[in-house]
């Protein structure tokens, strides 16, 4: 413990400190509850879009697959395709934690780059196939991303948390029995002086009446 006067000034700043250090430790427990509820909530949805984007997958190469039979090698179409542009990223706060929010915007522009004589019905279901992985996998991406920043928040919140309730909180605590003890003990020898006082006083006033 750091050296600290014993004044009544210094017990009175200590005290509004020890209160704010367990009110920052309350917030810190409740942010770190709000986050994790938020993280296992994104954990769950992830399962959910793992399984779909493993079926996706497998729609849209048997789709490429009956394609290719059907038109030969489709190598020569997905070279007309467009770079992608319709990827928005935006952010959303979570107590405090910036998370990404990952949309593809609805488009047909990828599924008409293409001429439509030379081509058929299994090439188009190949096409809207694919994008639906894409889109599966943007969501897959976000919702990845946001548990990172999430479980690196919870961390941090604990850290800061574990700090606050090991460190300062006891720190404080010390502190103001030390002064207490210190100022009570100097008050009962103020107390015994007085008392010294009063019978000197009372002595001699007693031997000058006589």
Avoid: W
Avoid at 79 to 108: H, N
Wanted: hydrophobic share 40%; charged share 30%.
């Amino acid at each position: 413990m750091a050296q600290v006067f014993p004044t009544k000034t210094n017990l009175m700043n200590t005290k509004k400190s020890l209160e704010l250090a367990k009110l920052g430790y309350d917030l810190m427990d409740r942010k770190r509850n709000i986050l994790v509820r938020e993280m296992m909530s994104l954990i769950e949805k992830a399962k959910e879009v793992q399984n779909s984007i493993g079926d996706a997958y497998e729609k849209a190469y048997r789709a490429l697959q009956k394609a290719n039979l059907s038109l030969g090698d489709c190598d020569r179409f997905a070279k007309a395709m467009p770079i992608q542009s319709d990827l928005k990223i935006d952010y959303r706060s979570v107590m405090g934690v910036e998370i990404p929010t990952v949309e593809i915007t609805a488009s047909v522009a990828d599924v008409r780059a293409f001429g439509f004589s030379n081509t058929n019905r299994d090439f188009d279901e190949a096409c809207i196939a694919f994008r639906n992985v894409k889109i599966l996998t943007a969501q897959l991406a976000e919702i990845e991303s946001s548990v990172c920043r999430l479980a690196d928040a919870v961390a941090k919140t604990q850290k800061r948390s574990n700090a606050l309730s090991n460190i300062m909180i006891p720190k404080f605590e010390e502190t103001i029995r030390y002064i207490s003890s210190d100022l009570d003990e100097k008050e009962r020898e103020e107390f015994a002086r007085l008392k010294v006082i009063k019978k000197i006083n009372e002595s001699r006033s007693t031997h000058g009446a006589q």
